[in-house]
């Protein structure tokens, strides 16, 4: 039977920290799912079509991962698509906390889907969407912290 992971978060845009979460996710398991998570109270800059669009782009050269949103809790995601894991990246010790919350609420809700966590790359440890867009807006340099279809997005919202 096929062996499928699910990779959530907000991607609002990828970045290269996420993308090595999902390759290293893809040699793993046979399939990984991609699921853009529509139901935070963040106030997104790219709607989930744009950030669905960019996970594509950049991870079509990656046969085994596919991209999805959802607008519901995690966990019946999860269910839906048979997984058999959610896969979250950990960077410092700041995410930590975080998570294991959701991942032990994750339990309470579905005992039968295991959280499995990667932990980020040296290089990546202190890269998220939120300060990628903080340096774009003012057109500070982010090359190399996202993939290249991703800056020019990200250029394009700022200009
Ligand atoms: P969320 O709103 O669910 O935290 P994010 O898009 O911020 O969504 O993150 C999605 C997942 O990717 C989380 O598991 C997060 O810890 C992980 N992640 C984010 N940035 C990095 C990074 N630089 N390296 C490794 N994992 C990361």
């Known amino acids: 039977m096929n062996k499928i992971a699910?990779?959530?978060?907000?991607?609002?845009?990828?970045t290269m920290g996420h993308l090595d979460i999902v390759k290293r996710a893809s040699s793993i398991f046979d399939e990984v799912?991609?699921?853009?998570?529509n139901n935070s109270s963040k106030n997104p800059l790219f709607d989930v079509d744009e950030r669905m669009?960019?996970?594509?782009?950049?991870?079509?050269?990656i046969p085994n991962v596919t991209v999805d949103s959802f607008g519901g809790l995690l966990i019946?995601?999860?269910?839906?698509?048979?997984?058999?894991?959610?896969?979250?990246?950990l960077r410092?010790?700041?995410?930590?906390?975080?998570?294991?919350?959701?991942?032990?609420?994750n339990r309470f809700l579905n005992e039968n889907i295991e959280t499995l966590f990667m932990v980020s790359?040296?290089?990546?440890?202190?890269?998220?969407?939120?300060?990628?867009?903080?340096?774009?807006?003012?057109?500070g340099k982010i090359s190399g912290?996202?993939?290249?279809?991703?800056?020019?997005a990200l250029i394009g919202k700022f200009k």
């Open 6 to 14: 699910v990779v959530p978060g907000s991607f609002d845009p990828i």
């Open 33 to 37: 799912k991609v699921v853009v998570m």
């Open 53 to 61: 669009a960019l996970i594509a782009e950049v991870t079509r050269t």
């Open 76 to 89: 019946d995601y999860a269910v839906e698509v048979n997984a058999n894991a959610i896969i979250r990246g």
């Open 92 to 105: 410092a010790v700041s995410d930590f906390e975080y998570e294991m919350q959701i991942t032990s609420m």
């Open 121 to 139: 790359n040296n290089q990546y440890s202190f890269l998220s969407s939120s300060i990628v867009k903080e340096v774009a807006k003012y057109q």
């Open 145 to 152: 912290l996202v993939p290249e279809a991703v800056e020019k």
